[in-house]
């Protein structure tokens, strides 16, 4: 069977999409996934992700992801988005985000790779619609 790129980004997606709805059900983790950010391991397999989207404080701040694009290169799926955190209702902070996935033809995730650049400019700060 071959699998497409949009397979590939829609496991991504199911991990973006946990980021904002702290459900992390629809995501496929590797038993032994990892994720790294910018250059610190901060998931060490695929349960302590899971229970990280779903329980993790450094997540409950994240009110909407936007701008989201995704192309894949291989078995990796490269994202770029900006990420709105909120906190009463209130905007915060925007980090703009890139991300890798390693997504092999399990269509599961085994790595993330993610860079983060917080971001306070006006043209950032407002809501997604």
């Not at 496929?28 to 990892?34: E, I, K, P």
């Amino acid at each position: 069977m071959t699998i497409t790129d949009e397979q590939r980004i829609a496991v991504a997606r199911s991990y973006l999409d946990a980021l904002v709805s702290h459900d992390a059900s629809a995501v496929q983790f590797a038993a032994d996934a990892v994720r790294y950010e910018v250059g610190v391991k901060t998931g060490r397999s695929g349960a302590h992700l899971r229970r990280s989207l779903e329980r993790g404080p450094q997540f409950r701040v994240i009110g909407g992801i936007r701008e989201l694009t995704a192309t894949v290169t291989g078995e990796v799926v490269h994202t770029h988005y900006l990420l709105d955190t909120s906190v009463f209702g209130r905007n915060l902070v925007v980090a703009e985000i890139d991300e890798t996935f390693v997504v092999p033809d399990d269509l599961v995730i085994h790595r993330i790779d993610a860079k983060i650049r917080p971001r306070l400019g006006p043209s950032l700060r407002r809501h997604a619609n």
